[in-house]
């Protein structure tokens, strides 16, 4: 290889392309030359000594070693504009920004409590959000566009590290008329004929409950799998369906009388939330006290 380091503009081009899958709409997003992204693709592979992209038609894929250098590219990239954000905070006397990504829940429920909180703390630093299950949102950290999440743990990533901020279990929940307000025993058959409202599919939520189900020896009916908790607690006042919610969720709806906790099996749903960010760097003082004081105020939700 040779000892000519590329250079960021190379390395920026890079990323486009790749993210792109077309040096035209790489060119387009950088405001460059199609010509421009051709040279400098050619000078980067040179300097490497390897082939990096492949052209299948109009179509540009990364090669085997395009795949590895992609990854150290973007670390390169977001450890540059982390520095330029951290930079230009202490430029303007402790202003600074913060992505926060979290889900929907806990934008409603936590969130609100913890930037109160933070603003005390950073009153010029400008937070901004980004809602979404927490799969989804670990991708973006990973690539750089999030500084930290507060979402639910399922595996482990070996791109981000986390730090434990709350625990919950999530429970049934019936209006008052509920017939099985009236008793704890409840038969196989009577749970797989009962329709359950449960958060949207394809999130973390949703396996575990499936998993609750399947560990129990139970055929679950097509659940009714809504996106917002503020739905799923309507439609089980209405007598739609039994709700699968956290208690913090439906915490003053439990305290009114209008919906009650029903119990449904020895074994519990449980899940973990904690606080992730890009195992490639540190927290800031910033995103350490934003840490902190989740898990302050999700300590108190863990306990409801």
């Not at 199609?34 to 179509?59: N, P, V, W």
């Not at 090669?63 to 973007?74: I, P, Q, S, Y």
């Not at 902190?292 to 939700?301: D, N, Q, R, S």
């Amino acid at each position: 290889m040779s000892e000519l380091l590329p250079d960021l503009r190379q390395l920026r081009s890079f990323v486009a392309v790749a993210d792109e899958g077309s040096f035209t709409l790489a060119a387009k997003k950088l405001y460059l030359t199609q010509s421009a992204i051709s040279h400098s693709m050619k000078a980067l592979e040179d300097s490497l000594g390897c082939k990096l992209l492949t052209r299948m038609g109009k179509r540009t894929t990364l090669t085997g070693e395009g795949e590895v250098f992609l990854n150290r590219c973007r670390r390169i990239l977001g450890e540059l504009e982390q520095a330029s954000r951290e930079l230009d905070g202490m430029k303007r006397w402790g202003q600074a920004r913060i992505r926060i990504g979290a889900p929907h829940s806990l934008c409603q429920f936590l969130l609100p409590t913890v930037l109160r909180e933070f603003r005390d703390c950073f009153p010029r630093c400008e937070p901004s959000i980004e809602a979404g299950d927490t799969a989804a949102l670990l991708e973006s950290l990973v690539a750089h566009d999030l500084d930290v999440v507060i979402g639910m743990r399922g595996k482990d990533d070996p791109e981000t590290e986390s730090r434990t901020i709350f625990r919950d279990r999530m429970i049934f929940v019936a209006p008052p008329v509920h017939p099985w307000n009236d008793t704890d025993e409840r038969t196989v058959e009577e749970i797989e004929e009962t329709q359950f409202i449960i958060y949207a599919k394809a999130t973390q939520t949703y396996a575990l409950v499936e998993k609750h189900f399947e560990q129990m020896g139970v055929r679950l009916r097509a659940p009714l799998a809504l996106g917002d908790m503020e739905a799923i607690k309507e439609m089980s006042k209405i007598g739609i369906g039994i709700g699968i919610v956290a208690p913090w969720v439906a915490r003053r709806e439990l305290h009114e009388g209008s919906l009650t906790s029903i119990a449904l099996g020895e074994e519990s749903i449980e899940r973990e939330w904690a606080v992730f960010w890009n195992k490639d760097r540190p927290l800031s003082l910033i995103e350490e006290t934003l840490a902190g004081i989740a898990a302050m105020v999700g300590e108190a939700l863990g306990e409801h």
